[in-house]
Every structure is written in C-alpha cells, then in structure tokens.
C-alpha cells in the first residue's frame, strides 16, 4: 500500500504532463497541425534539463527541439513556450497567494512567487498600454543586424504577439481553463500522494512541504533537482525516493512517446484548417510586412489584410498600378489568384465584381470562384490556369503575329457584343465632368509635384538626347473647348475601361485551340466611351508603360532627363496592326479621339505615380510627353 502511493503520485504527475501537453497544443493547432509525439519528447527532455541546469534553460532546449519539426520554426515554438511558462507564473503566484492568507509555508518563496506573479502581470499591463512604442522599439533593436537575422527576430516578436492574442482570439477559453485546472488539480494530489509515501518511511513530510520543494525560490538559479538538495524537510535517505518521482515520469512519457509515432505519420485527410502564422512565401515580402507592423503603421490595413489571407500562403505579387492587390496564392495546395482591396478601393472592388457576374455570359472573363464584400474589405478568387499567361509574355515568348490575332479577336469580341449595349450619344455635361476630373485636376497635380515642378521653367525637354516640347506647351491641345470637339462624337456604351495588354490573357480552350479571356475591369469611368480601351490598348504598345515599369534608373541634370529605355520589336509591330487597324475601320475622328483618350490615360496615371514612385515619376512624365509629341504631330496643325 505504501509503495502503491508512490506509483499513484507518479502516474498523477504523467497524467499532468500529458495534459499540458494537450494545453501546449491549443497553442499550436491555430496554425498547424501539432504533433504529439514531438511535443511529449521535447516536454520531457526540457524537464530533464530543467532539473539540473538553473533558469528553466530547458525550456530553451524544449523551444528547440520542438521547433525542428513545426512548419512555423523555433521561433514560433518557442513563442508557445513562453505562454506556457506564462500561464504556469500566474498559477504558482494565485496558490502562494492563497497560501499567504492562510499563513502556510515558506514565506521567502511565498513573497518571491506573488512579487514574480505580480510583475508579470504589470510588465503585461504595460505592454498592452505602450503597445505602439514596443512595437517600434523591437523594429528598431531588429534593425540592427541583417536582413536574416532581422526577419527572424520580428518573426519571433510576432509569434509571441499572437500567441498570447490567441489566448483570446482563437483559443478555446473554456478548454484552456480547465486542461489548466486539471493540469494543476492532477499536481496537487500527486504532491498529497507523494507526501503520503514519504511519511511511511519515516519523514515528517507534508504535501505543501512537497509544493514547496518545487518550486522553492532556489529551483530557478539551482534547478530542481539542487532545490531539493537544499530544501528542509527532506531527510538525505529520502534523496533517491525523490529522484524517481521526479524523473520516473519523464521516462514514461519519453517511451509513451515512441509508440505514437506510427499515428502522427498517417497521412491526415481531415477538413480540419490552419491559419498561416505570416501569409507570405516570399521572404521579402514577409520582411516587408512585418516592418510594417511593427512601425505601428496602417493598423487596420495588417487586421483586415490577416483577416483576408491568413488562411492562405501567398506565393506572389502580381499587382500593378491600381489600389488592388492581385496575388498568385494557394490553400489545400492549389493555385488561385486572389484580389482584394480595402475602404472605398474595396467598394470599387465589389463593383468589378458585379461587372464581371454580369458579363460573364456575354464576354470571355475569368471565373469568380468565392467573394467576400465587408465594410472595411473585399476579395475575390479566380482560378489559376498553368496554361494562361498574359499578351505582354505571350508577345514576347511567341510569334508576334499570332499575338496580334489575340489583340484583334479580343477587340472584335468587344466590338460586336459589349460596346453594343446601352449605346448612346456622348452629352456635354459629361465630357465637361470628365476633362475637368481626368484632365485639369491631374494636370494642377503634375505642374506642381516635387519632382517635376522645376521642370515646368523650361519650354523643352531632353529626353534621351532628343528635343521634345514640355508640358505647357500642349496645354493648348488640352483646353477644354479643344477636347470637347474631340469628343464629341465619342458614343457611350459598355466597356471595360482598363483593356491593357496585361490584361488580355492568353490561353487554351477545351480543344486545345489558342484563347483568351480579360480581366480587371475598371468601373470608374466617367466617360464610358469605347475610344477609352483602344487608348489604354495604346498606352501600352504605343508608350510602352510596361517597359517603363522595367525601368528602374534615372537621372536628371536641369532639362535632361535621361534613362535606358527600349521597347521591343514586338511592340513596334503590335502598335503597327492596331494603328493600321483603326484606321482601316473607323473614322478619322474616332482615331483621333482614341489618341487623345491615350494622353488622358498618361494624365490619370501620373499622380499614382507621384504618390508612390518618388524619383522615378520622371520615368512616366518623359513617357507621356513622347506621347504627346507624336499625338500632336499625328493630328494637329503646328501653331
């Protein structure tokens, strides 16, 4: 009987084990799938070390084995840890504080756990307040060294962050509460039954004096083991009694492990979903974003972005110019494009989205897989085909001829059944809207950029070597009474608004034959005019945007501003077909107006770039004002 106490205090303390085993999984589970096999071996060779080695450094090795087989890294495991060890503080402190009002036990260790407990829940309180400063104090200490090591120490930060965010976020609450008080009630009795045992062989021992040989204020700088050494109450012929308690169940729990192995490495086929700790693949793109958060930055922008895509890995970035995000991702490891966009982009985003339901039967456009509309966001799925590739690729990848064929097929698709409805004359009001919106406003903006303002003192422009005449020269070709006549006789209809070359996609149909389908309708025009897509069509094979994104490098010295920039032969052709194209079939009043819809394009682009290009908006005003020139040349009479 009395040796069976023994063996009752042990298998208590094993079953203790396993259940913070279970607790340290709430921890993990939210972002992958915790395996238990590793978590029981590395829990028991952290308490190994723990017993011999001060500073619960065995909580390190813990961190550190578990981690090697965790998607998410040490860092993450050892985030989990902490919470663990967190939690465990805050347990101990509430027991020496009942234990104080009672007046039990050993008062230095009673005073050291409260005042311990205590301070943690300060250092917490203190955080949370001055939690914006923190965040840019960890910036700034991670700043420090390089890239590698900064993004590992920001990812560390983060996971501890949304570890204990998760405790009130993601987590069960009613199951962390009670495996946390099982955990602790299971402690407690296997201290009694211990006690129990030792007072038949003769020592004056009580449970609480166990309680107290474990987490004596000696057990952190001396580890468990050297805490008993030093405890009173413990007779030396007792020692070895002690040290089976203590080990025996680390033993245990190591060989129950090994036999869970064959069933953490079946194959899992359960809907159960895991969010990702940080979305992106790209380890830049990471860096990038956690800067951002730990700048204490766009605060609502990193809640509703995770909100979006944590339940999904971002591979990459294809977004362009606009205030989207298009993004190749993956879930359940298939492929698909995902756009969202927040506030009044997402409102935007939201009437694409019912562009594209619309149209869908009518034109070739991508599928919607899923939407989600809130009032902060909105994100739509397309499916992603390995097949598909944009014209700009497919241009230069493959014959330009057959390129052209996709130009013309998408513009006479357009043609004959999208521009067809709800046609109707161009008014006067509305052109009036539309140049003073698209055209005076962003010319106010551009003559008076920082980059550009200086720039404006001179009558012409050294692009290259090559004289052109700048800005306020053509705003006499810009006037309101010049464009109106120009537009006229524009008609409205529906169209896409945004016809780019990089979004006219390439593919193949069910029959293996060449296709295509657009996408990223824009819904924003004023000018709901056809002449807008054949513009934007030429913004691109005309001024040669694309290759001026490419452009990384310019310089500028007074009126010279000077870059490499070369647009391909395919270009050359491209624009070439188009050119010979609208000429043979529309009116040279709807090639002229399609013309000067490619400069308004030029003139709405240009404070995107201002705002988010710095230096390199000279890239796209040299870029415009080639335009211009040729435009002008093309279709007005020199004054």
């Known amino acids: 009987m009395i040796r069976q106490m023994l063996v009752i205090a042990i298998f208590l303390v094993c079953f203790a084990h396993f259940i913070r085993t279970l607790r340290w999984e709430l921890f993990v589970k939210t972002y992958e799938k915790p395996n238990t096999k590793n ?60 234990f104080s009002i009672f007046k039990l036990g050993n008062a230095d260790s009673v005073q050291f756990y409260m005042f311990l407990a205590v301070g943690v829940l300060a250092v917490t309180l203190l955080v949370y307040i001055l939690r914006g400063y923190v965040k840019k104090i960890l910036k700034n200490i991670a700043s420090v060294f390089n890239a590698k090591i900064e993004i590992r120490m920001l990812r560390f930060f983060w996971s501890l962050i949304w570890s204990f965010k998760d405790i009130f976020k993601k987590i069960s609450k009613v199951r962390l509460l009670l495996e946390t008080l099982g955990m602790w009630v299971l402690y407690l009795a296997s201290y009694y039954c211990f006690a129990a045992f030792l007072s038949h062989q003769g020592s004056n021992v ?10 004596a204020k000696n057990s952190i700088h001396v580890g468990s083991l050297g805490a008993v050494t030093v405890t009173t109450g413990i007779l030396n012929s007792q020692m070895i009694w002690t040290g089976i308690y203590l080990f025996a169940p680390i033993v245990i729990l190591f060989i129950i492990s090994l036999f869970l192995k064959a069933k953490n490495e079946e194959v899992d086929n359960s809907e159960e979903k895991y969010l990702n700790l940080i979305p992106q693949l790209d ?35 294809y977004s362009a110019g606009s205030n989207a995000t298009t993004m190749l991702c993956m879930n359940n490891g298939k492929n698909f494009f995902r756009k969202y966009a927040f506030g009044a982009d997402g409102d935007k985003l939201y009437q694409q989205i019912e562009w594209l339901q619309r149209y869908k039967d009518m034109i070739p456009l991508p599928e919607i897989m899923q939407y989600q509309k809130q009032d902060n966001f909105c ?14 690729d497919y241009a230069h990848s493959m014959p330009k001829e057959n390129a052209w064929k ?28 539309y140049i003073k919106s698209k055209v005076n406003k962003n010319l106010d903006k551009i003559m008076n950029a920082k980059y550009l303002k200086r720039l404006m003192e001179y009558d012409d422009i050294i692009i290259n070597g090559r004289s052109f005449h700048n800005l306020p020269y053509y705003l006499q070709y810009l ?35 060449d296709d295509f389908y657009i996408i990223d309708p824009n819904t924003g025009n004023v000018h709901d005019s056809s002449n807008l897509d054949y513009g934007k069509l030429l913004q691109s094979i005309h001024g040669g945007y694309e290759f001026l994104m490419a452009t990384k490098n310019v310089s500028i010295e007074k009126n010279h501003i000077n870059f490499v920039f070369t647009k391909s032969e395919a270009y050359t052709y491209l624009y ?48 415009m004002l080639m335009v211009m020139n040729d435009v002008i040349n093309n279709f007005e009479e020199e004054k």
């Open 39 to 98: 978590l029981l071996q590395s829990l028991s060779i952290g308490y190994f070390i723990n017993s011999f080695i001060p500073f619960k450094a065995g909580d390190l090795v813990r961190a550190w084995i578990s981690g090697r087989k965790m998607k998410n890294g040490r860092g993450f495991a050892l985030a989990t840890v902490i919470v663990d060890r967190y939690l465990d503080i805050l347990v101990v402190g509430i027991l020496f504080a009942i």
């Open 206 to 215: 009580k449970w609480l004096d166990v309680f107290y040989m474990l987490f």
């Open 283 to 317: 380890e830049n793109e990471r860096l990038s974003f956690l800067e951002t958060y730990f700048s204490n930055e766009r605060r609502e922008y990193i809640e509703s972005y995770l909100k979006i895509n944590q339940n999904i890995l971002i591979i990459r970035d």
């Open 379 to 392: 994100y739509y799925d397309m499916p992603y085909d390995s097949q598909a590739v944009g014209l700009f």
């Open 406 to 433: 996709f130009i013309n097929k998408a513009t006479e698709c357009l043609e004959n059944s999208l521009y067809k409805v709800n046609q109707r004359p161009a008014d006067k009001a509305t052109i009036d809207e």
């Open 479 to 513: 006037s309101e009474e010049h464009l109106y006549d120009i537009f006229k006789n524009d008609t409205y209809s529906e169209i896409h608004g945004d016809l780019t070359i990089e979004n006219i996609i390439c593919t193949r149909n069910k029959e293996g034959e």
């Open 576 to 623: 070439s077909m188009l050119d010979e194209y609208m000429r043979a079939h529309f009116t040279k009043e709807r090639v002229k107006s399609i013309y000067y819809h490619e400069i308004i394009h030029w003139l709405r682009l240009m404070p995107y770039k201002i705002e988010k290009n710095g230096k390199r908006v000279l890239l796209f005003y040299a870029g």
